[in-house]
């Protein structure tokens, strides 16, 4: 930390106390004239001092491991009186959509979240509607095959959290999150009208199988074309809002303010809430339309519901705050790994003070982070040399780099491992669009003697349980564990992802049990055949959805909080896309793992494990994997868990 951070985050203990006659807010700024080529800080005198109603307002260093607050935790007097001016700007650097400060009592907070909040759960209704009975629609309406139906679930699936990337690389370097998610949902919207007409337009589809001879004519290369391009213009749309709304949603809290910084975490909580609001509503629903009325309705009302999902969001516009993008975060990583092979011969300075840094962060939006003694190698890249100019105005960021631009790099290796031990997590989650309702499928369906429940709609159960735990975890678990860990949040997210990792074991356990009871009837009633349904009820099914629901809300809302927190300031569309890329990679594992268990599983003239006809199969075998790779995988997250360290940041955010 430069000498002067260190001026900065000095405490002022003298200033006159608060009266109401006291103006609430005021500014003097003295300076003096920087010489632009001079590389070090320690000696500047410029002071510049913001005072509310008498208090000195001190950039606060956050300890984000801990929840904590610098300066001691102090707060300042107008925050313990509970006075904000109705001009008092944010801190965090945020902007109106004019490109004018954000005023705190006008803007962002919870205010402005309703209307993403609104958002997020029509276009999550429109993704789930079409996700959760997708592998019915290509085995049914397709003639697709068990195996080549939920692989390409799987391939779409995966590709639907992979194009993330691309929406969080845009936000971040130049459109900001607000415009992508704009830009992005009107492809989205194309992309569902034109799977609408696939399922309306009966030259788009082929015809229904032949109730004499049975026979299923599969659909053609011009369908299949028209269908999968509707399906992945879907997939780009879901990228540019995915990595960017929960984020854009956290952007209405002010980072420097304690009192918004506790609410941001519970807006993690009610983001997911939402998305399973609008999971309920499809996996019920819509999969009853698209099961019992037609596929048409089943797949318009979603695009109606996206549509719905655009004007919600529009109209929150004047209450957002909004973070200006920070430039292309892939150059800044370059500049650092270019910098630092550049300079592989050049020894680290022990005085750390000596290393290359700017009185405010050179990444617009950012604050500045502080040095870590991990990856030493990087802080090559900002150790000054004789060949390095002199003057700041010309120095090449591709020779010299600030700390707080290696410390980004850092940031992101450090994440890297936690990101990884999620992927077989997400493996457990895919499994409830594609073998749980094939294993559904199998069952007693019937309620009652006149209603049949469609067996996609059993994933209204893992909604249900998500409706039920987020509550529960909000207002009783927090404030329990509070207690107990005095961390803000209650558990670490971290701690609470580990917990979600030990119920997604449970979760298959639970999936397995259940299949080894419906094939020891099959074997008692000799039903190899698969034209009658097993005389077991598919509400044998409601514990292991429900258990992957309270997985998904320690896993996955632990997740949302544990990037956003640790991702750079810059780079948090970035980060938010790397943790859902977990969900694709994990969609792919699935998929790869149904690959390599068929293929040697039915060598020899064996059915295998995953046959068409699962009462001669033994799906039971792959749950008791994916439990034991589960376990295996917890193990290794802990020590990723125990190795990591937190980021800490200090300063203003740089405008």
Not at 101 to 124: Q, T
Not at 342 to 348: A, G, I, T
Not at 511 to 540: D, G, M, Y
Not at 621 to 641: D, E, H, P
Request: proline share 5%.
């Amino acid at each position: 930390m430069t000498g002067y951070d260190r001026m900065l985050s000095s405490s002022d203990d003298d200033a006159p106390p608060l009266s109401l006659s006291t103006p609430l807010l005021s500014f003097e700024h003295t300076s003096s004239p920087e010489n632009s080529c001079d590389n070090s800080f320690d000696n500047v005198t410029d002071q510049e001092v913001f005072r509310e109603g008498g208090y000195s307002v001190i950039p606060v260093h956050f300890g984000e491991e801990d929840g904590s607050y610098g300066n001691s935790g102090r707060k300042s007097q107008a925050d313990q009186l509970g006075m904000v001016s109705s001009l008092e700007y944010t801190r965090d650097g945020s902007i109106d959509i004019t490109g004018k400060p954000s005023i705190k009592a006008k803007s962002g907070s919870w205010k402005a979240c309703p209307f993403i909040l609104g958002n997020e759960c029509c276009e999550r209704l429109a993704f789930y509607g079409i996700s959760t009975n997708l592998v019915t629609y290509l085995t049914r309406e397709l003639h697709e095959g068990n195996a080549t139906a939920a692989t390409n679930v799987n391939a779409w699936s995966g590709t639907c959290y992979i194009t993330p990337l691309i929406g969080a690389f845009l936000a971040d370097a130049y459109w900001g999150r607000y415009w992508t998610i704009m830009a992005f949902s009107f492809i989205y919207l194309v992309g569902m009208t034109l799977l609408t007409l696939t399922a309306a337009i009966p030259q788009l589809k082929p015809p229904t199988c032949s109730s004499i001879t049975s026979f299923c004519r599969h659909a053609s290369t011009i369908q299949l074309a028209f269908f999968y391009l509707a399906l992945y213009l879907i997939a780009l749309g879901t990228g540019g809002i995915k990595p960017c709304v929960s984020s854009f949603g956290a952007d209405q809290f002010d980072e420097t303010d304690p009192f918004e910084r506790r609410k941001k975490s519970s807006f993690f909580n009610w983001f997911y809430f939402v998305i399973n609001i609008g999971a309920l509503v499809s996996s019920t629903a819509l999969v009853y339309l698209q099961d019992n009325v037609s596929w048409a309705w089943g797949f318009g009302v979603p695009a109606v519901a996206m549509g719905v999902a655009i004007c919600s969001f529009l109209f929150g516009t004047p209450l957002y705050r909004h973070q200006k993008p920070g430039g292309s975060p892939l150059v800044r990583i370059l500049q650092v790994c270019v910098a630092s092979v550049r300079k592989w011969r050049v020894d680290v300075p022990s005085d750390l003070d000596l290393l290359y840094e700017k009185k405010e962060s050179a990444i617009q939006g950012s604050r500045k982070i502080e040095h870590s003694d991990e990856f030493l190698f990087l802080d090559k890249a900002a150790t000054e040399t004789d060949a390095d100019t002199v003057c700041v105005t010309s120095m090449s960021p591709w020779r010299l780099c600030t700390v707080t631009q290696v410390e980004e790099v850092k940031i992101l290796i450090r994440i890297l491992p936690i990101w990884a031990t999620t992927i077989i997590f997400s493996t457990v989650y895919s499994q409830m669009s594609t073998l749980f309702v094939e294993q559904g499928r199998t069952m007693d369906t019937s309620m009652g003697n006149h209603f049949k429940i469609p067996p996609a709609a059993l994933s209204m159960f893992d909604t249900l349980s998500v409706i039920f735990w987020v509550p529960v975890y909000d207002r009783l678990v927090v404030p329990v564990m509070r207690r107990f860990t005095r961390h803000d949040r209650g558990f670490t997210p971290l701690q609470r992802m580990g917990v979600g990792l030990v119920i997604s074991v449970m979760s298959m356990v639970a999936a397995a049990i259940v299949e080894v009871k419906r094939l020891e009837i099959v074997r008692q009633n000799e039903l190899f055949s698969n034209a009658t349904p097993v005389p077991l009820s598919i509400f044998w099914q409601v514990p292991q959805y429900f258990l992957v629901g309270a997985a998904e809300v320690f896993t996955f809302i632990g997740q949302l909080e544990f990037f956003y927190d640790q991702s750079p300031d810059a780079m948090r569309s970035l980060c938010s896309a790397l943790s859902l890329v977990t969900t694709a990679l994990g969609n792919y594992v699935s998929s790869i793992l149904v690959i390599i268990v068929t293929h040697f599983t039915q060598m020899n003239g064996s059915p295998g494990w995953i046959p068409d006809n699962l009462n001669i199969g033994h799906i039971d075998y792959f749950f008791w994997l994916l439990a034991t790779l589960s376990m295996i995988n917890f193990f290794v997250y802990l020590a990723c868990a125990h190795w990591y360290k937190y980021k800490k940041v200090y300063g203003k955010f740089s405008t």
